[in-house]
């Protein structure tokens, strides 16, 4: 019988997990695109924070933060001179084994071998170098200078090739001469590659013969290339890391050691095989090691070569370069570094722009990221729920018209059904009135009841061709229906109303702080005309030096106009149009702006700025308030700053038209203008 175990599953995200709800990463870029910010770069803001909800996806910002943190601690984690601060060690042990043998013999043998021994140089290559043709009389001091040799071989090995050490302690004596096969046959392989002759079959005969030594599996000759180029380009960093003394020791023991092994011809066409191939990974420069513990060649190498991953990493995560993308972020160097959880970081991050643009939120015009028009119901959506947060609890309700039939909007509520009544049927709560009513009736008296003819109902629920309920009578405990029991839902007729929101797009409202707000209130009170009362016509007209209809879509996205002139002028006549082309619509207009009017249109249609403000600009504003006014429309005026001439202008404004005036925070603009235009929609003044 077969057997199974359950248990977390770890190959990556959860495959059953629902999809990632993309509006919410639509409403936290939003936050930014509502503050003023370009598409673009609030999409970057978003990447760089991260994802909201519940799964706590980590952001650039949180990734990169851990490169830097790794980095840190790998410099902290040792020096690089342990090669040598052993073999310096493992010298003067095999020294002072020859010498503690030599001391007792009074022979002159023994003089001369202990003068040459005094003789050695300081550099411990050199004196390696000396060494390696003398006669060891201590046979513990010959095996001593024989492990210093071995750790030579193997360190310089293993800095060169990574698993190379564990290959050589085997002591095969065959073990050498397989290197120098190998390294034979890789260059062969390079060489070939370079004349456009390598196939991938090369290749797998090579990994076949000699893959116990690639620790790191590569699949391909480029994948091994890149892995032995890194290596190679950490050693040269880690001898220009270390002082002028130490670097000419390290290399003259590199150089010798691959003499000994008969290695330097092949090592030096390797190298040059992989600089010319991978020029770009900083060979020669310098790390900066802090540690204490003094690290080997091999693990000194395998440091360096994490730490220029680390930096590379970095460098990508941090995504300030020209025409920088997600892309560019190598997954698995981010597996090596960080784990798997944040390739899964990692990914959902670059699934977010590509699922906004599936969905429908955002799209591309002429190389530019933009909002599409589901985007900004969503943002005015989200703007129109902070207000209505601030906003204190209360019905807001409407001058509305009862009784309206079919065509009003259902209320929720229902009412005793009327002669004439064309309300559609509330059939649930009509048969619930019979049981009711049946219930409390003399069962005897239940047998011989008149009933009602059910009457015919259409689709609707609405009575088919009946005046009134007709009384019959049916048997065997069928439902009684009384004209009592009858009830129809009840409907509401709206008026509708004609909104004008005119907002200030001059450069002074950036240099304010007020900006950001004005747009926010604009589409949050778009979200609540066409969600909650879409029979009124609203018209966005934005104004600068000139004025213009703006769609919700263009707002959400729109800068602000580095031009001089707040043509109110314009804008009013803009409105009086919208106005005038809804003549049975209540009219409601509203001015949100932090400065007078210092522009107007002239009669050829140009516009004219002076600052202070010239009579012509004001008389002809005034005329348009005059205007408004005489089609019965109340303009009320949202001051974003109480510069002296604004005020008098909106004062002035009020006295002729009984507008009013607020002068709100910054923050509070959207509570007050919503609120006012529910208090306009409720009918009172």
């Known amino acids: 019988m077969s057997r199974y175990r359950y248990g977390a599953y770890e190959e990556g995200p959860d495959p059953l997990a629902p999809p990632y709800d993309v509006r919410d990463a639509l409403d936290a870029m939003g936050d930014s695109v509502l503050e003023g910010t370009r ?131 085997s002591q095969d004596p065959q073990a050498m001469q397989r290197v120098k096969d190998m390294m034979a046959a890789l260059n062969e392989m390079l060489e070939k590659d370079a004349r456009g002759e390598h196939t991938q079959e090369d290749f797998d005969r090579f990994m076949e013969r000699y893959g116990d030594m690639f620790p790191d599996n590569p699949r391909n000759l480029e994948e091994l290339v890149d892995s032995l180029a890194r290596r190679a380009a950490a050693m040269d960093r880690l001898l220009a890391s270390l002082s002028p003394e130490q670097r000419a020791e390290l290399a003259a023991l590199m150089d010798q050691v691959m003499q000994d092994a008969g290695l330097a011809m092949e090592m030096s066409r390797l190298n040059d095989a992989l600089r010319a191939r991978r020029p770009d990974l900083g060979w020669g420069q310098p790390e900066r090691m802090t540690g204490d513990e003094a690290l080997g060649m091999g693990d000194a190498t395998t440091a360096l070569a994490e730490l220029a991953d680390l930096a590379e990493l970095e460098a990508a995560l941090a995504q300030d370069y020209p025409g920088a993308r997600l892309d560019d972020i190598d997954e698995e160097a981010v597996r090596r570094a960080l784990g798997r959880r944040a390739v899964d970081d990692l990914e959902a991050l670059r699934r977010i722009e590509a699922e906004l643009e599936r969905q429908g939120y ?142 200030d797009l001059s450069y002074s409202m950036v240099l304010r702080g007020t900006w950001a707000a004005a747009k926010q209130t604009t589409l949050a009170l778009h979200a609540l005309v066409t969600s909650k009362y879409p029979q009124d016509a609203i018209q966005i007209i934005g104004f600068s030096n000139y004025a213009r209809t703006l769609h919700p879509t263009e707002m959400a996205g729109l800068d602000w106009d580095m031009v001089q002139g707040t043509n109110l002028h314009h804008a009013l006549m803009i409105a009086g149009r919208h ?20 522009a107007h249109l002239r009669p050829d249609g140009r516009s004219l700025f002076d600052y202070p403000p010239s009579p012509d600009t004001l008389v002809l504003t005034l005329a348009e308030v005059d205007k408004m006014t005489r089609r019965g429309a109340s303009m009320n005026f949202f001051m974003l700053a109480e510069d002296r001439r604004l005020v008098s202008f909106v004062e002035e404004v009020a006295r002729r038209n009984g507008g009013r005036v607020f002068a709100p925070d910054a923050e509070r603009l959207g509570q007050y203008v919503v609120s006012d235009y529910l208090r306009v929609r409720r009918g009172r003044r």
């Open 362 to 503: 955002l799209q591309r015009k002429r190389g530019k990221l933009e909002l599409t028009p589901k985007a900004v119901r969503r943002l005015g959506d989200t703007a129109l729920r902070r207000v209505f947060s601030q906003l204190t609890a209360g019905r807001q309700g409407d001058h509305d018209q009862r009784d309206a039939g079919q065509a009003g909007e259902l209320t929720g509520s229902s009412r005793e059904w009327r002669f004439g009544d064309e309300q559609p049927l509330d059939v649930v709560r009509t048969v619930s009135n019979a049981i009711r009513r049946s219930a409390m009736e003399p069962s005897a008296a239940a047998l011989d009841a008149p009933v009602l003819d059910a009457p015919v109902l259409d689709a609707a629920g609405a009575y088919g061709g009946l005046t009134a309920p007709r009384a019959v009578t049916r048997r065997n405990g069928a439902v009684k229906l009384s004209v009592d029991d009858f009830e129809v839902q009840e409907t509401e007729r709206r008026s509708a109303a004609a909104v004008c929101l005119l907002v």
């Open 39 to 169: 598409p673009e770069e609030a999409l970057r803001e978003l990447l760089r924070r991260g994802l909201p909800g519940a799964e706590g996806r980590r952001g650039l910002d949180d990734l990169l933060r851990q490169v830097r943190e790794r980095r840190r601690r790998l410099r902290e984690r040792g020096r690089l001179d342990g090669t040598l601060e052993e073999a310096r060690a493992l010298l003067d042990t095999a020294i002072g084994q020859e010498r503690a043998e030599l001391f007792p013999d009074p022979s002159d043998d023994a003089r001369l071998r202990e003068a040459e021994l005094d003789a050695l140089p300081d550099d411990t290559a050199q004196a390696i170098r000396r060494l390696s043709d003398y006669q060891w009389r201590s046979d513990a001091a010959r095996a001593t200078f024989e492990r210093l040799k071995d750790l030579l071989r193997r360190d310089v090995l293993d800095a060169q090739f990574q698993g190379m050490k564990q290959a050589l302690e």
């Open 579 to 598: 106005l005038d082309r809804h003549p049975d619509f209540e009219p409601i207009v509203l001015v949100v702006t932090d400065g007078e009017p210092t």
